[in-house]
């Protein structure tokens, strides 16, 4: 019985197992996403799927006695990425690199290469571009690092054995989907091959204290195969965002097991690479039409940091059917702020086909942005421009009401430093207001008093 193959079928959506295949995933109800998964004997044996399980024998040991200088970060000389990873890179972790193709990984991952402490050595291991190519790509990007190794494999058992013979301190997999088991039968890619591979590099990881770099690539559903599985066994998940349209790009947490997840990174994709981007606002706020109805800036914390973003709205009179098509902000959000500008700020929205955009490929879920958005969509109806000099930082209860949000001076310096003059604020914000020299402030109470005080009155 010891040695039966075992067989489950995984789903990709939720990482649901389940005995026999199903077209529906009993767990999430997704179709089509259960995946054959063989579990032979051995995999079972070699350990738990977090990949460092505990051994048997070992005794529970008090928390003040533990060591903590086991945890020792680096910088990975990218400071955008040691934002995002909670303050530089942790010794004995694995950092799954998410995001679509084409959006910047490797050169992201090169790049680091290039740039990272100098001495240490850096394992690059490529199943997707031949050394040559990765050579080329090393000479676009200045990457000059004589510590820095590559080996172009797939074959995991090959891989870590070269880990075992090199003992660098870094290691990057690209991609974890071209990486396989050959005693696994199924194709490389598939829910078995990640998840085994993804385990083995684990242990490597934990036993020799590597700091390991995984790229994984994004399906066409949005997420990477088998996802779940991969999620829960990694220190790490960091997704790649963007449209390969701009040259913008974000790097955001999903998961991190030494630091927070609220964190972004920005970059801009150059023709030398990636290049941090220190003041998104600036890169987000430049080109702003002047004095054209329908935008508004708000400013919301990304973490701990402020970041200026410019929300786009345009209502026009509905042919027969009032659409409502938002970008950059919660569907829902957007319909309710229009309902609240329909009933408290007596505009009558709900009839007009309405369009929220924000720009830059930012998503706005912090409910600072709601009387920005607001603004925007009643500077749009009334077809008068806000100015270009003009912000709103407020959360829109359901009665109109405009209420504080926090760190309210924070985010007004931020404002003051882009150089805008004016800002409309909740009348009872939260903490005590600094004075700034070059921004008026306007305190509101409701959505009425606000668009009176920046659109005027009457229609
Ligand atoms: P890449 O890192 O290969 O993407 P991924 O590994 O996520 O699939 O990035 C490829 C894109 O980046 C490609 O479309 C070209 C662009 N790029 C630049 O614009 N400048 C550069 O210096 C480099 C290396 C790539
Ligand atoms: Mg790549």
Avoid at 84 to 106: D, Q
Avoid at 352 to 367: A, K, R
Wanted: with cysteine.
């Amino acid at each position: 019985m010891a040695n039966r193959q075992k067989t489950v079928y995984c789903c990709s959506e939720c990482g649901a197992e389940t005995a026999n295949w199903a077209g529906k995933c009993p767990s999430c109800g997704a179709w089509n996403t259960l995946a054959e998964l063989r579990l032979d004997a051995g995999s079972r044996r070699r350990g738990s799927s977090s990949g460092a399980a505990p051994r048997y024998g070992q005794k529970p040991k008090r928390l003040a006695d533990l060591d903590t200088t086991a945890e020792i970060r680096f910088s990975t000389g990218i400071s955008e990425l040691d934002r995002v990873l909670g303050g530089g890179a942790v010794v004995g972790s694995l950092v799954l690199v998410g995001g679509a193709p084409g959006i910047g990984k490797s050169t992201l991952l090169l790049q680091m290469c290039g740039l990272a402490e100098q001495g240490k050595k850096i394992l690059y291991v490529t199943g997707e571009e031949s050394e040559r190519q990765l050579k080329l790509r090393a000479l676009r990007l200045a990457v000059d690092n004589p510590a820095l190794y590559v080996l172009a494999e797939t074959d995991i058992g090959s891989i870590l054995s070269c880990v075992e013979e090199l003992q660098p301190e870094i290691v990057i997999v690209d991609s974890v989907q071209t990486v396989s088991d050959p005693e696994i039968s199924s194709a490389p890619g598939s829910i078995s091959q990640v998840r085994e591979c993804t385990m083995r590099i684990m242990r490597a990881t934990k036993e020799q204290g590597l700091t390991v770099f995984v790229v994984g690539h994004i399906t066409k559903e949005g997420s990477i195969a088998g996802p779940k599985i991969l999620e829960h066994m990694v220190d790490c998940v960091l997704y790649f965002e963007g449209e390969n349209s701009t040259s913008f790009r974000i790097l955001r947490a999903a998961k991190n097991r030494f630091g927070s997840t609220n964190e972004i990174g920005v970059f801009e994709m150059a023709d030398k690479g990636l290049r941090c981007v220190e003041n998104p606002s600036e890169l987000l706020l430049s080109g702003r039409p002047e004095n054209s109805p329908g935008t508004c800036v708000s400013c919301v914390m990304e973490g701990t940091r402020p970041i200026l973003a410019e929300v786009q709205a345009l209502v026009t009179p509905s042919g027969y059917n009032a659409a409502r098509r938002c970008n950059g902000i919660d569907y829902n959000r957007a319909a309710m702020l229009l309902a609240v500008l329909e009933k408290r700020g007596g505009m009558p929205v709900g009839g007009c086909d309405s369009y929220i955009n924000v720009i830059g490929g930012l998503f706005l879920d912090e409910p600072a942005a709601d009387l920005a958005t607001i603004l925007a969509v009643a500077s749009s109806f009334l077809d008068r421009p806000l100015g270009a000099d003009l912000a709103a930082i407020g959360e829109v209860g359901l009665s109109g009401e405009i209420r504080s949000v926090s760190v309210l001076n924070q985010r007004l310096s931020e404002t003051a430093r882009l150089g805008f003059k004016r800002c409309v604020i909740p009348a009872r914000a939260r903490d005590d207001l600094r004075s700034f020299e070059q921004l008026k402030l306007i305190p509101v109470k409701n959505v009425g008093e606000a668009i009176a005080a920046v659109l005027g009155k009457g229609r």
